[in-house]
C-alpha cells in the first residue's frame, strides 16, 4: 500500500511552524509497511486542497491529512474532503458532549457555536475522537480509496494516531517495513577520506543495486550511515532477509570504521 502525507496551513508555506507532523507519519508508516513516495504542503484553499487530493490518488491508495479541522473559517480541509467523498457532514453528539467535558476542565466557558463546528464529521466514517484537544479526526473509505484525517497540533495528532490509526493499518497492511543502521565512526575519530558517502558508496559497490532490502548511504554533520531496509510479512521475515546483507556490508566497510549498529524500535 501507497500512502501521501498531505499537510493542511499556510502557516506552513509561510514557514511560522516547523512540519514536524510529516516526520512522525513518515516514520510510524515505514514501521507499518506503507510506503510513502510523496509528502505535500498545501495552503488553506479550497481548490488547491482539491487539486492536490487529485494529483494524490493518481500515485496513492491513502492519503493521510493533518491540520485544517479547526473552528475558523479557513480550516476547510474536512469540508473540502467531504464534498470530494460524496458524503454530509452531521453532528456528531458524543464529539460535542467530549468538547465540553475537555473545555470544562481547564475552567472554559460552555461550548461556543463556532467550536461546534468542529464537531460535524462526514457520514459513513469511522470517527477518531479527540481525547487531547476538540477537534476529532476521522477515515474515508470511498472506491478503494482512504483518506485519514487528523488535526494538526502534534499533541493531538500523534495520540490519535497512535491510538486508532496504528490498529487500523494494521488490519490492512500486508508487510512491514524493518531497518537496520550501520553508523560509522564520527570524523573526528577516523578519516574523513575513509568513511565519506562516496569511498562509503563505493565499497558497498553493487548492493546499493538491492531492491529488498535495499542499502543506502546517508551522510550526517559528525558522519555516515549506511541503513539497510527489507520488506516482508513480519518483523522476524523482514531480519532474516538484512541479515546476510549486513554481513556483506560490515565486511566491506570493515569493522574499524563502524561505531554501532542499531535495529529500528518499530
Known sequence: MIA???SVGTELLLGDIVNTNARYLAKHLAALGIEVHYQTVVGDNPDRIKNVLDVAYTRADMTIMTGGLGPTK???T????AAYFGKQLILDQKAVDMMANTLKKVNKQSLLQSLIKQAYVPTDSLILYNHNGLAPGCIMENQERICILLPGPPKEMEPMFETYCIPYLKKISEQVLVSVT???LDFDHA?????????VADRLAELLDLTNPT???YTKEDGNLVRITAKAANRTKALEK???VLTKCKERIGEHLIQRIEE???
Open 74 to 76: 479557513d480550516d476547510l
Open 191 to 199: 578519516a574523513v577520506i575513509e568513511v565519506g558517502e562516496a569511498p
Open 182 to 184: 550501520i553508523q560509522l
Open 215 to 217: 542499502v543506502a548511504t
Open 242 to 244: 538484512i541479515q546476510p
Open 4 to 6: 501521501e502525507i498531505i
Open 78 to 81: 474536512k469540508e473540502r474532503i
Open 264 to 266: 529500528d524500535k518499530g
